[in-house]
């Protein structure tokens, strides 16, 4: 069965996301952002959702992480939590 390696910050406007995603194109360092503003759990981690399977997450999410480029940044992306910017880090 397919894993992937991705880590995600979750937040409550897509203005929020946007911006937060022009600082990491920018070169901000995407774990530091995601500890300082994401609201799920895994801001601890850097925002790291370790490594997960396909129907893991909510089907927006799923979808980016299993079938958008690795090592680039997606988002916003709405689900019913808020807007999320992922990055798939590797999938096999």
Known sequence: MATALARHILVRTREEAERLRQQIKLGA???KLAKKHSSCASKKRGGDLGEVRPGQMVKAVDTVIFKKPVNT????????????????????
């Open 73 to 92: 940044v997606q988002g916003p992306i709405k689900t019913q939590f808020g807007f999320h910017l992922i990055e798939v880090l590797f999938r096999n």
């Open 29 to 31: 360092d995407f774990a």
